[in-house]
């Protein structure tokens, strides 16, 4: 990539972040917790390098931008095949783009970054958005600048991200699991018993099988989703296994 594509355009100020050394070249990204942005090193996975690690500059994504909306000095004939795709007659994911009737777009998704990139099929507009904050905002933004490039009138108004949002209900999930705690904490019935524990082992047996369903350990989940989802199934599990055994003690004394 850096020989058939960086170099060729002059983007001198991009490059593959290979480890996490390269930290101190780029700027610090930031992902939501407890609804505020925290500052937040991700670690690297070489197996994301092509996909996820270029580092770039505006300036850079500027002359990229350029070629693909002249397709200049491009051998492969990758650039015309993608811009004059019939979405009609196939899938809307080709090239490596997902192409509309109008434009041509992808986004791009790291756990403390997000980029989005527009590209008109029909005029020389072109918009490309990085944020240093992971969720859907660049998406968003991305989308908003384009339309207003066509004329459009944009409402601007409250935007709740994703990332944002998933953080939130894992917030009301801890808050219900507390309320629901002291609800029933006084319960002493063998049949209100006797549900506290079918209720638990529920709630652990979902937790083991999380990462199973995801294809994903903890570990990994907690560097990708937001950290109050981990948080949640720790208060969930905590909260299982102790009620798990103040029924079994209940039901011992009946």
């Not at 996909?51 to 909306?69: F, I, N, P, Q, R």
């Not at 998406?139 to 990332?163: N, P, Q, S, V, W």
């Not at 990994?220 to 199934?233: D, N, Q, R």
């Amino acid at each position: 990539v850096t020989e058939h594509i960086l170099k060729p355009l002059d983007m001198q100020h991009s490059f593959f972040r290979t480890n996490d050394e390269c930290t101190d070249k780029i700027v610090q990204g930031y992902r939501t917790v407890f609804m505020k942005a925290h500052a937040y090193n991700a670690p690297s996975y070489y197996g994301n390098i092509a996909a996820g690690y270029l580092v770039s500059s505006t300036s850079d994504l500027m002359k990229w931008m350029k070629y693909w909306g002249t397709g200049s000095n491009d051998s492969s004939g990758l650039v015309e095949a993608v811009l004059k795709h019939d979405v009609s007659k196939s899938a809307n994911y080709f090239g490596g783009w997902y192409i509309y009737n109008d434009f041509i777009s992808h986004g791009g998704n790291n756990p403390n970054f997000c980029s989005h990139v527009i590209i008109s099929r029909k005029n020389n507009q072109a918009v490309f958005v990085l944020s240093n904050l992971a969720g859907s905002s660049a998406t968003m933004t991305a989308d908003g600048i384009y339309r207003i490039l066509l004329g459009e009138t944009i409402k601007i108004g409250f935007h709740f991200d994703l990332l944002g949002f998933g953080d939130f209900l894992c917030i009301i999930f801890v808050l219900s699991l507390i309320y629901f705690v002291l609800l029933f904490w006084d319960k002493k019935s063998k049949q209100a018993s006797i549900i506290r524990i079918a209720i638990s082992i529920i709630v652990i047996l979902a937790a083991i099988i999380l990462p199973f369903v995801f294809h994903y350990p903890y570990s990994t989940m907690s560097v990708w989703y937001p950290l109050t989802a981990i948080i949640a199934v720790i208060a969930a599990v905590c909260t299982a296994v102790f009620d798990l055994c103040r029924a079994f003690n209940r039901l011992k004394m009946m």
